[in-house]
């Protein structure tokens, strides 16, 4: 096993383990009951994982799919739930919303002149975790939020790849990534700070069920991998045809559709209508889903039209056999054409160099 590979998996999943735990201290300080600590251990199933990977996996990441990511959910989303449904109960007298921590110098050089060494480390590291606990409940919740999500995109990144993802593959994702966790956060921020839907408890649970299935995209790679296609009985059939050759496409169209731009514009579509809740930033968002989702089922359409024209133009020469799986294709004979394009390129000057002494002579 690589050390490169060892240190990316081992700290990526460190990292998820003391984002989850922080959560969980959250939890605990706002509900002031010790029994939340309990959550913490949802880690175990994240440690457990870490040791099956190592073992049988050398420390690589799976086909199409991210335990790590899906088990850093599972230990993360609870603790966020509990802390937007206790949201609110503390006052923050900060207005402007900018994060002040009074930590005067006046503590640490008393926790300092008090105790030397490791002794007066620790001493240090109470006080300043006693001043961190004085922060506004709500900035701590928004906080945790935007780590969460920038700890999804920076630790896929960080975890190793397997042999079925090429790191342009995984470039792509990480970009998707990026606006999807924009989006998601920009969704959870601006429909839970609405005064009516805080107050009321069926609206913000329901609005964490759409955040939380949401989520479920990012541990899964389909978006930038198609599905290999075998020249089977099964693969005639014109579903699967259209299955294997546009497989990351039509994935992407569908986690649009149900998973994120559909959902957002059903719960957007009844704060406005059956709420009578506007607001600008409400009223531009849903505007933007219905854009998405109307490009979306355009794009589904252009791709079903060119795929029924490939067909019909292959059945009228008969050469419609089984699946292909043509994108692979497709790629392959790009790239052949232009390593022969660049070895042309390359001999052109040595072939001019050659001819050169004869024309001379």
Known sequence: MELIVLLNALVTRLLFVLHSVIGVWRVTAAKK??????LA????????????????????GYKWFSPAIFLYLICTVPSLWLLEIHHGTQYCGNTSGAVQVNVSNQDFNQSRDSTHGSEGIIQTAKVF???????????????????FLLL????????????????????????????????????????????????????????????????????????????GCKPTTSTRRIPSLLLCRY??????????????????????????????????????????????????LYRLAVITLDFRATILQKSRKGEVSCCPCEPYEAHTHAAADQDNEMKEFVAFPQKKETQAPSKDQ
Not at 131 to 147: M, P, R, Y
Not at 203 to 222: C, E, K, R
Request: one cysteine or more; charged letters at 10%.
């Open 129 to 147: 975790v006693n001043q961190l606990s004085t922060i506004c409940e709500t900035v701590w919740t928004l906080a945790l939020h935007q780590t």
């Open 247 to 296: 497989s990351a496409e039509l994935w992407n169209i569908g986690v649009s559709l149900f998973i994120q731009d559909g959902p957002f514009f059903i719960v957007r579509s009844i704060l406005m209508g059956h709420f009578g809740i506007f607001n600008q930033m409400l009223v531009f968002f849903t505007a933007k889903n219905i854009l998405v989702v109307t490009l979306q």
């Open 41 to 60: 251990l949802l880690n175990l199933l994240l440690c457990l994982e870490t040791g099956l990977t190592l073992k049988f996996k050398q420390g690589r």
């Open 33 to 38: 009951e010790s029994k939340y600590w309990l």
């Open 152 to 227: 999804l995109v920076v630790g896929r990144w960080l975890l190793p790849i397997g042999v079925e993802i090429t790191r342009d593959q995984l470039s792509q994702l990480l970009l998707m990534f990026v606006g999807t966790a924009a989006d998601i956060l920009e969704f959870a921020s601006e429909t839970l700070d609405i005064p009516n839907v805080r107050s009321n408890y069926t609206l913000v649970n329901a609005i964490l069920a759409v955040w939380t299935w949401s989520m479920l995209q990012f541990p899964l790679d389909l978006a930038v991998q198609h599905i």
